[in-house]
């Protein structure tokens, strides 16, 4: 090493620390709030400048654990969001108001009772393969997606109660069910129920989750390793983009290059040092990471998932001490969700309201049934026979009061719920399984808590958890008495069997009061998906369900 | 010579076959059912399913024959390089495998490298070196390098010659820029045990009677050093350093994990976690093969370096 080459090094290692030191500084001056905004926001937006086409953006997720790619079959957030930019839906939904628009489907009706569905199809789209769309396909993928069965997890749900697609004309179609599914509509705006090219559906499941996927979105998938990279190519002469979208012709990226960086802080260095351009994390950006990120001139966009906010599910079994509903009730006093939002996240991170999150359409707040109340939690426990023992836990009847807690992967919130816990006197003991021991160890129910969230911008998600005429998970098993569960499926029932959307808000209201007040879920922790995006992307927007939307982004050079 | 590598190599195959018999015992000893795991893996539950469809996806899995009969049928087509489809990821084992393996096989290749150099440098000056000082400072270093947690040294290059300096990319499998800090980072705990075991037995070795001749015959100390000293003490090493190949292996999954690359390592984790049969079995496999092979080049080289040992195996 040359003496000059010596002294460059030196110098900008010292520019290095100088940086952190700015770094560290202006993390104390900040607020720690979260910063961007939420909705269709555009990191900065289309309005700073005329749109750029060219180059590709290069984006890093945490984690593909499901290795597939099908959007028909996907559960897994970050596979939806590469998917949502290669498949198209028959409508989308705004991911401000909630309301369903056209896309694939020109327009829609919907018959009184939900059970039968008709939409009108735009005449103009092909596949990527140049196959035509029109009824035929929404047919095939229709019928593909049924066929599927339980290896679309989701797909189950949304197509609960699917008799039928019916060809009507080339252009229209006709969904049936047999009992009323009202979210259906909503439904058909997601990438789950995307419709992908009739040649797809020739090959076997397996090697459509292995990347034989052909969609009509406005970039095609051009290889997909699992775990490893993702490649989308922009499609030439794209033109049908929903009405969301400010860009109605081709994407202005040549192609998007995914690969998955398991380490935080090594994703946001790359984010910092210009090797990616978006860091898309599960778990929100830390206050101190959001710090460095917008340190770097890099901003933080923040949206909150609609669907299951982060719930913890009791096991109400007899015998088991949460089958009494005052240990329950007390259990609600006992959970700090303001500090658990504070300590896990950061201060302004939102307080979870509901058993759905805030941005999930007819989500009602619940706070006022939520709040922070350790006396009263003692004096419910007390009077439930749980006295306070000289060792600071309850007991009754020689038995302490444990409550074990079942995951396969313990986080800083469980800890933080186990130290509030205690504060009134209840033993919580922290269950770790392997991922693949979870779901049995959940059927043989030796656990007195689980936990839970899914995404999807419709409350009748809750169900696949919850609703024990629907689902068949542990969760809505053991988290009901006969007679309770029999109250909170009616409820269910009621919110799919009717098309009007004040009956369906009223149904949903009164489900989200049931839920807390039979002691069936516990609010826990709001989602937020955050992404950090480099300074030269412009154009960034969120779809309603929080997935990465490509047609308007554009890369300033 | 023939004689002794037969026998060798029909042990090395004896093992092989008692990795895979023992793996395919445990693995379906294990109280879980693959077909709830192979749901689970896909947020599904069994008890959705009825029972004719639990039986066509036992079938389609080749799960419903006894079990005598699916471990011929698995060993045979093991044999053959196929071990099936995986339970978790919708690819056949053999395409996980020969995708993720040459990433892997380039990281502890270069990782045996800086295992040599480093290794036998450092245990090589400790007791060359004369001024003290140096000495001890040399013969401590090994310590240091054991004790150093694998993730932390990893994060730590990264952020300083990947996000300071920007010498050398931080994540991916592309070319070999991307495998000089993994490399560092995987081979620096071996390096340090096999200076720390190089160091011992040259300092033993130099107090040997035959290096008293040496010097009496007016030897330099490099002459010594490298002629005869060395070339002892090499034979501790050298079983250590058939351990440390297969260590390294072993220890990829940290290293894969810190560096975002995709390799045997992070599949073997996610393989075990997600109770993936067919993977996991694929892989103690490939790990057993490994093994037996380095360990049949030492014990090959051993007889090379010090003809004793072929005498004494032919004897017995």
């Known amino acids: 090493m040359s003496t000059s080459h010596r002294h460059r090094t030196r110098r900008r290692l010292a520019a290095t620390a100088v940086s952190v030191l700015a770094a560290v500084s202006l993390a104390a001056c900040g607020s720690g709030g979260s910063s961007g905004s939420s909705g269709t926001s555009a990191a900065g937006g289309t309005q700073d400048g005329k749109p750029v086409p060219g180059g590709r953006l290069k984006i890093a997720f945490w984690s593909d654990f499901q290795s597939c790619i099908d959007p028909n079959q996907v559960y897994w957030i970050e596979s939806r969001s590469i998917d949502r930019n290669v498949a198209d839906s028959l409508t989308d939904q705004d991911p401000k108001t909630g309301k369903i628009v056209p896309w694939l489907a020109t327009s829609w009706t919907v018959s009184p009772d939900a059970t039968s569905y008709t939409f009108n199809l735009r005449k103009d789209v092909t596949f990527s393969d140049g196959t035509k769309f029109d009824a035929t396909a929404v047919k095939t993928a229709y019928d593909g997606l049924h066929d599927l069965g339980a290896k679309s997890t989701l797909g189950l749900t949304y197509l609960a109660g699917y008799k039928s697609t019916t060809v009507v004309d080339p252009y229209t179609v006709k969904v049936d069910f047999a009992t009323p599914n009202a979210a259906f509509l909503q439904a058909s705006s997601t990438t789950t129920t995307a419709i992908l090219s009739p040649a797809t559906y020739k090959e076997t499941p397996e090697a459509r989750c292995a990347g034989k996927i052909i969609g009509s979105g406005e970039f095609t998938l051009d290889s997909y390793s699992a775990g490893k990279s993702v490649k989308l190519t922009k499609r030439a002469g794209y033109a049908w983009p929903s009405s969301l979208i400010a860009n109605k012709g081709a994407a202005y990226l040549d192609g998007i290059d995914v690969s998955y960086i398991a380490e935080d802080n090594v994703r946001v260095g790359s984010l910092t040092n210009g090797t990616i351009d978006i860091a898309w994390p599960r778990q929100p950006i830390t206050s101190a990471d959001q710090q460095v990120i917008k340190a770097s001139g890099a901003t933080i966009q923040t949206r909150a998932l609609p669907g299951i906010i982060g719930l913890l599910i009791p096991n109400v079994t007899a015998g088991r001490p949460l089958a009494d509903l005052q240990v329950r009730k007390a259990l609600y006093k006992a959970l700090d969700l303001t500090s658990y939002a504070k300590t896990v996240y950061w201060d302004g991170y939102p307080v979870a309201k509901s058993s759905v999150t805030s941005t999930t359409p007819y989500a009602v707040d619940q706070s006022a049934k939520l709040v922070y109340d350790p006396a009263g939690a003692g004096k419910l426990l007390d009077a439930a026979g749980w006295a306070l023992g000289s060792d600071g836990y309850r007991h009754k009847d020689g038995k302490k009061l444990t409550l074990s807690y079942l995951t396969n992967a313990a986080g800083p919130g469980d800890q933080l719920v186990q130290d509030q816990l205690k504060k009134v006197g209840i033993d919580y003991q922290i269950k770790v399984v392997t991922a693949a021991q979870l779901t049995p160890t959940g059927n043989a129910g030796d656990w007195d808590l689980s936990g839970g969230y899914l995404t999807r911008a419709d409350p009748s998600v809750l169900g696949s958890s919850l609703d024990q005429a629907v689902s068949k998970q542990y969760t809505a098993k053991y988290s009901q008495d006969p007679a309770t569960a029999a109250k909170i499926s009616a409820l269910f029932a009621k919110g799919l069997s009717t098309a009007d959307p004040t009956q369906r808000a009223a149904a949903y209201k009164d489900l989200q009061d049931a839920l807390i007040d039979n002691g069936v879920a516990f609010p826990l922790y709001d989602r937020l998906q955050t992404a950090g995006v480099s300074g030269k992307v412009h154009g960034f927007a969120w779809t309603s369900e929080s997935f990465l939307r490509a047609n308007d982004i554009w890369l300033s050079k | ?316």
């Open chain 2, 1 to 316: 010579m023939p004689r002794y590598l037969a026998g060798r190599v029909a042990q090395a195959l004896l093992v092989l076959w008692a990795a895979y018999t023992v793996t395919f015992i445990i693995l379906n000893v294990l109280p879980s059912d693959p077909i709830t795991l192979q749901l689970s893996a896909g947020g599904a539950d069994v008890s959705q399913l009825t029972p004719a469809q639990l039986h066509d996806l036992k079938a389609h899995y080749g799960l419903d024959d006894p079990i005598v009969v699916q471990y011929f049928h698995h060993l045979w087509r093991a044999l053959h390089f196929d071990f099936g489809m995986s339970l978790t990821q919708n690819v056949s084992v053999g395409s996980l495998i020969t995708d993720k393996l040459p990433s892997t096989i380039a990281l502890t290749a270069v990782a045996i490298g800086v295992v040599l150099v480093l290794g036998l440098g450092i245990a090589f000056l400790a007791t060359y070196v004369q001024w003290r000082p140096a000495r001890v400072l040399l013969a401590r270093l090994p310590a240091v390098g054991v004790s150093l947690p694998q993730f932390f040294v990893g994060l730590l290059l990264i952020q300083v010659f990947s996000f300071s300096l920007t010498w050398l990319p931080a994540t991916g499998t592309h070319g070999w820029r991307s495998l000089v800090l993994p490399a560092i980072t995987l081979g620096l705990p071996p390096s340090a045990m096999l200076a720390q075991l190089l160091t011992r037995s040259l300092n033993d070795t130099w107090r040997e009677p035959y290096i008293t001749t040496a010097r009496a015959k007016g030897l330099s100390r490099w002459t010594i050093q490298v002629r005869h000293a060395l070339r002892n003490a090499s034979l501790p090493a050298l079983t250590l350093l058939g351990v440390l190949v297969g260590y390294t292996v072993v220890n990829a999954v940290v290293v894969e994990t810190v560096f975002s690359r995709n390799g045997i390592g992070q599949l073997a984790q996610q393989a075990v976690l997600g109770q993936d049969v067919p993977v996991v079995q694929a892989i103690v496999l490939i790990a057993a093969a490994l093994f037996v092979v380095v360990n049949l080049l030492v014990d090959l080289l051993y007889s090379l370096l010090d003809p004793r040992v072929a005498r004494a195996g032919r004897a017995a």
